[in-house]
């Protein structure tokens, strides 16, 4: 199983930016796994960003409600974040996780930078 992210870069504040994360070897199971996107900042704890369950149940950190969206797409096995309105605070490396049950597997991280 992998999970490749990608999507990141620098933006001005008030951007945007798509990330993208590609699972693979999961098969047709997939579409079970509740998939979310976390961030880290140097210095701060790991945040739990957006998730979004099988079902398509979907639940976002305060910090980001109403400027992040999280979707997916289970015929390609990729879950998407798209990021508005995006400011300096949301710099970060954001890491892509897919979870059932004893199951929890992490990509490697995007660097987003929100920057004038």
């Known amino acids: 199983v992998q999970l490749v992210e990608s999507g990141g870069g620098l933006v001005q504040p008030g951007g945007s930016l798509r990330l993208s994360c590609a699972g693979s070897g999961f098969g047709f199971i997939y579409r079970l796994y509740t998939m979310a996107w976390y961030r880290q900042a140097p210095g701060k704890e790991r945040e739990l960003v957006a998730e979004?369950?099988?079902?398509?149940?979907?639940d976002y950190a305060d910090s980001v409600k109403d400027r992040f969206t999280i979707s997916r797409d289970n015929a390609k096995n990729t879950v998407y974040l798209q990021m508005d309105s995006l400011k300096p605070e949301d710099t970060a490396v954001y890491l892509c996780t897919a979870k059932l049950g004893g199951d929890d597997y992490w990509g490697q991280g995007t660097q987003v930078t929100v920057s004038s």
């Open positions: 979004i369950t099988g079902g398509g149940t979907t």
